[in-house]
T-cell receptor, first 114, second 111 residues
Framework: DARVTQTPRHKVTEMGQEVTMRCQPILGHNTVFWYRQTMMQGLELLAYFRNRAPLDDSGMPKDRFSAEMPDATLATLKIQPSEPRDSAVYFC????????????FGPGTRLLVL | GDSVTQMEGPVTLSEEAFLTINCTYTATGYPSLFWYVQYPGEGLQLLLKATKADDKGSNKGFEATYRKETTSFHLEKGSVQVSDSAVYFCALSDSNYQLIWGAGTKLIIKP
């Protein structure tokens, strides 16, 4: 049963520290999405890759967030420096297809910035 | 731009009751429509989908029909169980192949 994996599952850090979240998409999938979920804002799309190329990162605060896909099996989301308002659950999702494909979500990284 | 509107929650029902969660959309073109479910502490998972008008998606006793004339994709289940308690998200795929999400509806089923 292929699944999207995310590490770490939980992260507590202090304001100003760097945070790196990792995602392993389902093998063979060519699209990767990063989302942030909070009670106030709901589910927000941060960035979107297809065939490892960033297609849309307009939802991401550029000054502190960065997203990359160093290879087809790894996507990373980095926050530097982190702030308390970044506390949220971060989800990675992957999919495959020419369009309108189903997205498969990972279990999420629950981030708390103190 | 494209958008999805779903009924606000929480929706509280007794076990074995009939469920409807309303979802309407605004879109150009012919999007696919999705219902995702999120159980506590987990990621979202696809519940069902429909790719064209009049298609009915179904899974685990849940159903939704793609109604182009009313731009709706309401989720229904004939008899809910306590295990159905979760947050349900309606979504559509836009022309850029991204998903446009509704705000989510929390469903609480009481024994």
């Amino acid at each position: 049963d292929a699944r999207v994996t995310q590490t770490p599952r939980h992260k507590v850090t202090e304001m100003g520290q760097e945070v790196t979240m990792r995602c392993q998409p389902i093998l063979g999938h060519n699209t990767v999405f990063w989302y942030r979920q909070t009670m106030m804002q709901g589910l927000e799309l941060l960035a979107y890759f297809r065939n490892r190329a960033p297609l849309d990162d307009s939802g991401m605060p550029k000054d502190r967030f960065s997203a990359e896909m160093p290879d087809a099996t790894l996507a990373t989301l980095k926050i530097q420096p982190s702030e308390p308002r970044d506390s949220a659950v971060y989800f990675c999702a992957s999919g495959y297809g020419g369009g309108q494909e189903t997205q498969y979500f990972g279990p999420g990284t629950r981030l708390l910035v103190l | 731009g494209d958008s999805v509107t779903q009924m606000e929650g929480p929706v509280t029902l007794s076990e074995e009751a009939f469920l409807t969660i309303n979802c309407t959309y605004t879109a150009t073109g012919y999007p696919s429509l999705f219902w995702y479910v999120q159980y506590p502490g987990e990621g979202l998972q696809l519940l069902l989908k429909a790719t064209k008008a009049d298609d009915k998606g179904s899974n685990k006793g849940f159903e939704a029909t793609y109604r182009k004339e009313t731009t709706s994709f309401h989720l229904e289940k004939g008899s809910v169980q306590v295990s159905d308690s979760a947050v349900y998200f309606c979504a559509l795929s836009d022309s850029n192949y991204q998903l446009i999400w509704g705000a989510g509806t929390k469903l609480i089923i009481k024994p």
